[in-house]
């Protein structure tokens, strides 16, 4: 176990320290900068459909070389996210760069189609994780297989490392911007101008499930039509505990909200992680409290944390105004290569 403070002490000169845009203070900025501002780069992709041993799916877009030994990255979205989002694609094109295979996932329902059963995705939904790298591995047993998450993404990987141990089938692993504890994040995200975020991820979360319930009504499956409207109406839903305590937990097996932000938050999962894996977070995410950070003791000896000052949540931007650079695609990247040559 280790912690860094890449912001103020020296790094290799391979990976220089992130120095945050100096036009972007605070968190919000950072935050807010990639999904208003930034260009995503386009990339040619093959998709292909998992089908899943419960008959649902999961879309996977692939980019890099075919070649089957070559080192292969999956990489996890976060919350209402899908491939498609700027920091997927960002990371996706640096990796091919360095000669990596990369495949990013589509938790279900978030590929631009509605999954095909009530079940949605979650912050606890590592036995999706493990069905899908299951089937990396027998698609290319010679490829080394690393992982990254963002965010909810984030919370799964680390979630799935501890429950799996020694028998991780990954070589290394990062996280980023994790909500490690998802009932204090419930709580910091409903304060100050985070609401504004609240408000958007509501938005988008109701109409996650309105577009599953049409999919039912057309398909005429009264069955899964009849669990959705069982669990209430989807009016008056303004934060995290009032979705989750509503829909997730009780459509996923859980209690309640609060049992289901206990059992699915990663940070209960880190002493249990076997490899190499990097925590990448920053102490002015406005989705996350300090607190809710771990403490070096709560970490492996596998585990290193690089908390740093600032960057907001999956933001890290550096450089100028005319010229942004994006510390998470450099820093990945060499941390996963680094020792493999």
């Given amino acids: 176990m280790s912690v860094t403070f890449p912001d103020i002490a020296a790094e290799p000169e391979t990976s220089p320290a992130f120095a945050p845009a100096w036009w972007l203070p605070g968190g919000h900025l950072q935050t807010l900068w990639n999904p208003f501002c930034r260009r995503s780069p386009a990339l040619p992709r093959r998709r292909e459909r998992l089908w899943l041993t419960d008959g649902d799916f999961i879309d996977l877009d692939w980019h890099g070389p075919h070649d089957p030994a070559t080192p292969l990255a999956l990489v996890l979205h976060g919350l209402t996210g899908s491939s498609s989002s700027h920091y997927v694609l960002g990371l996706q094109q640096r990796l091919t760069a360095k000669g990596w295979a990369s495949v990013a996932i589509n938790w279900r329902g978030c590929s631009g189609e509605p999954n095909l059963l009530p079940r949605a995705y979650h912050s606890g939904a590592s036995d999706d994780l493990a069905e899908v790298i299951s089937h990396l591995r027998a698609s290319r047993p010679l490829a080394p297989l690393h992982a990254v998450g963002y965010s909810l993404g984030g919370n799964v990987l680390l979630k799935y490392l ?43 979360m109701v109409g996650y499930v309105k577009d599953k319930q049409r999919l039912f009504t057309q398909q005429g499956a009264a069955d899964h039509l009849s669990a959705l409207e069982r669990l209430g109406s989807l009016k008056g839903l303004r934060t995290f505990w009032d979705f989750d305590g509503r829909f997730t937990a009780p459509l996923h097996g859980y209690t309640d909200a609060s049992d289901y932000y206990r059992r699915a938050s990663s940070r209960y999962f880190l002493p249990d992680i076997r490899i190499p894996t990097l925590l990448i977070q920053a102490e002015d995410d406005p989705f996350v409290f300090r607190h809710s950070i771990p403490d070096p003791a709560e970490l492996s000896t596998t585990t290193t944390l690089e908390l740093h000052r600032s960057g907001g949540h999956v933001g890290f931007v550096e450089g100028s105004p005319t010229k942004p650079r994006y510390y998470l695609e450099r820093r990945i990247p060499e941390w996963l290569a680094a020792g493999s040559d």
């Fill in 162 to 204: 501890g429950e799996t141990g020694n028998s991780a089938p990954l070589q290394k692993a990062v996280a980023v911007s994790v909500p490690f504890r998802l009932d204090q994040c419930a709580d910091r995200i409903g304060l100050g101008f985070s609401r504004v975020y609240q408000a958007h991820f509501m938005r988008e």
